[in-house]
């Protein structure tokens, strides 16, 4: 698959080593141009060597980006090289160990820095490039968002707030067609993994702790995983797709022996599937109502779902992709059903609905958790009960509320059809 990324110049915050250098890697094979934003001097100039050798075009930037001037110099050096910014990859961050109990405020703040505030200060001076370019933002986040870990209070916070941060662009930003989404990687042996693992006392044993609990494969995440995400996130392939947390995870549990490439297409084809969901489904709202295609897209999900929590092989793994086709109409749905009819209560019935977005931060941690205890494929139970909601919603959910004011009271009930 081409990705369409030649001469795209991609900065890559923390780009010197780990998950950082394989995206670099990764989007050079595709024929952009890496900028490596990393402190380590000897690292980030040997990997750019290396894709010079290579044939690539790439340039190695060192700064400290916890120094608050330092991403507004990285952003400008880019610019001054090439011209142009295509995607923003912020990546750089360091699992400190910045905890409650054993750490100060003053310790936690300079955690935020090092974590969390130069991916701000990068977006925000790189939106004037990325505006020009129509290009995009991926952010690496982390597992600890949604888990936690322990002694970790700077690092999880702060990767949080990338996940937060992720949808609040996506939203400010949809009028100017910039994209915004990120990974949320759980256990990838990187060199910071690695320094982090040495600070137990027995790293081995804390290793094979920590890849004992891991239910895909009882092994950690390759960086190559990521990047091959990170690649199709940020190409034109995904030109519809923003807001999103993604996570690889499920295809080696059902059929394994699959490889991490292919592992990784499936999920580009269930976001393909989104997008063309999206398109489709405005197109044939024209000649079937809203309610009714609802539930012909809930009821597809729901039947994929069983298969795919019922069924091992390539079944489950198809009828995975096939969700994201049914899902791509449903909160637009939703949302334009809910507040048709409210009157004055638009307004009011808008902000409930968006804050019930809530519930995407919680459904996840209620899989990971029953896939903790079990398996990954029990745990897709979770979402099956909300398509079961949806299901409902489509059938009878939807149908407006009437308001009558007597007396200064007020009386609801749902109206007869």
């Avoid at 960086?223 to 392939?237: G, H, N, R, V, Y």
Wanted: glycine share 8%.
């Amino acid at each position: 698959m081409d990705l369409t990324l030649k001469d795209k110049v991609v900065a890559i915050t923390g780009g010197a080593k780990g998950i950082g250098a394989q995206i670099g890697r990764t989007v050079a094979e595709e024929g952009a141009i890496p900028v490596i934003v990393d402190k380590d001097e000897n690292s980030g100039q040997e990997l750019e060597c290396k894709l010079l050798r290579k044939g690539a075009q790439a340039k190695h930037i060192a700064l400290e980006l916890a120094d608050a001037p330092r991403s507004r110099e990285a952003v400008a050096r880019t610019l001054e090289a090439f011209k142009q910014i295509d995607a923003l990859v912020n990546n750089a961050g360091v699992n400190d160990k910045v905890g409650l109990e054993h750490a100060s405020p003053e310790g936690y703040c300079a955690s935020l820095r090092r974590n969390l505030l130069h991916y701000y200060e990068m977006a925000h001076f790189a939106l004037s490039a990325l505006r020009n370019s129509q290009g995009c933002i991926l952010n690496i986040a982390s597992k600890t968002a949604l888990t936690g870990r322990g002694g970790t209070s700077g690092c999880a916070s702060a990767k949080g707030a990338i996940l937060a941060l992720t949808r609040e662009w996506a939203v400010e930003l949809l009028p100017c067609g910039i994209r915004v989404s990120a990974i949320v990687p759980a256990e990838v042996m990187t060199p910071l993994y690695q320094q982090w693992l040495s600070t137990f006392q027995n790293p081995e044993q804390k290793l094979q702790e920590t890849v004992s609990k891991i239910p895909l494969g009882k092994r950690m995440t390759t960086a190559a995983e990521i990047s091959a995400m990170a690649a199709f996130l940020i190409s034109d392939k995904t030109s519809h797709i923003t807001g999103q947390h993604v996570f690889v995870v499920f295809v080696q549990h059902t059929s394994p022996g699959t490889s991490e490439k292919l592992a990784a297409n499936y999920l580009k084809f269930h976001l393909l599937g989104f997008m063309i969901g999206r398109f489709a489904g405005s197109a044939v709202m024209k000649v079937i109502a809203a309610p009714r295609l609802l539930l012909i897209f809930a009821a597809g999900a729901l039947i994929s779902l069983l298969v795919v929590i019922s069924t091992s092989g390539l079944a489950p793994i198809w009828a995975l992709v096939f969700i994201g086709f049914f899902h791509s109409i449903m909160f637009p749905t939703i949302f334009a059903l809910s507040v048709k009819g409210l009157g004055s209560y638009t307004k009011r019935g808008s902000s409930l609905l968006v804050m019930s977005i809530i519930g995407g931060a919680m459904i996840p941690a209620l899989m990971g958790y029953i896939s903790d205890a079990s398996s990954i494929q029990p745990a897709f139970i979770v979402p099956l009960a909300c398509y079961v909601y949806v299901l409902y919603f489509a059938l009878r959910g939807y149908r407006p509320v009437t308001v009558e004011q007597a007396g200064g009271t007020v009386r609801l009930g749902v109206e007869a059809r």
